[in-house]
């Protein structure tokens, strides 16, 4: 239980959210965790505060190892509620005027969210802040996951304070990764990075590129949801890497919704034919599965197959859901086709083709579309797409 002492003198005052199980729309059934840490030094600094609901937890969490009202400054690492929910009242509890250190962006959005005329001072990257033994020191992390976002690093200690990049929703009796279920610690680290990172992973390779230039090697990274990493932290760093290089692997996914088992039929044909060509293929059925974990499947896939029967025209309002959710998402390398069964007009394979192509697929094969109830040349017309998205994605790997 918080407060949990993890260095000399750093604390994590922060509160465990246990029963979220929506966080704006991505899918927490492990719960959360919003991570605040106390410095004590000869000056006490707080890092980054928790949801506003959960302020209580955190003051009394603070209380157990120093008055609040001696807390000489706040650092606020992101500027999003469930990190400055609690703000207004921690800025109250410890003096309306103590200083407030942030990025030049986030002290934008205080203001716009807060309306405050706070003690700001504006940091950038470089910048350095001495507590009496040990120092601060800024770097600007720009769109991850905020514009305003930044890391803190205690510089003698190497601990370095990520926000959310290197979090996972998970709430957890445990603190630290040598303490964690590795099977739930990574799935939720990548299925974080799916959710919150993959449309920035060109910047998130440019900072692992310009932190190792700098020679930082942290000795914790205690981002601001979930585990701590501290037995290997740079493997967290190298697993960022990898997911966002997106280098394809030999796996597929099969989407689809289905209205009378037509389009499920489909779906099924389609990935026998993929694994008929030894590409390793899951059939996920929308209505069963969230958006947020179908992104983390299709991650490092290489292809991915859509299903969708048409309705009134349209494809079906739950594949256009995931095909909107996803192409903000920015996946990348992807090799793709469409399948769907229709009654009467039949556009949804034709709609789904775009929007894959659109999010940058390779389109391959021949998009199959089947009225009412697949027939046995229909579901062969399925297995023959599936060989021929399977074969696409060999070749891709081997010429790679
Ligand atoms: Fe955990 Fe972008 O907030």
Redesign the pocket.
Known sequence: MKPIKIAEGVWDVGVTDWNIRDFHGYSTYSGSTYNAFLIIDEKIALIDTVKAHFVDQLLEHIAQIVDPKKIDLVISN?T?M??TGGLPRVMHRIGENKPLYCSKMGRKNLVRHFSQPWNYHEVASGNELSLGRRNLSFLETRML??PDSMFTLLKEDQILFSS?AFGQHLASPAQFDDQADPGALWLQAKKYFANILLPYAPKILKLIEDVEAMGLAPSMICP??GILWRKDPMAIVNAYRDWALQKPVKRAIVVYDTMWHSTEAMAEAVTAGLAAEGVPAQPIHIRSSHRSDIITEAMDAGAMVFGSPTLNNQMFPTVADVLTYMKGLRPKNKIAAAFGSYGWSGEAVKLVHQELAAMGCEMVGTDVRLPYVPDAEGRKACFDLGRSVGQALKARLENA
């Open positions: 992101h999003e469930d990190h996951h905020w959310d601001d949801h």
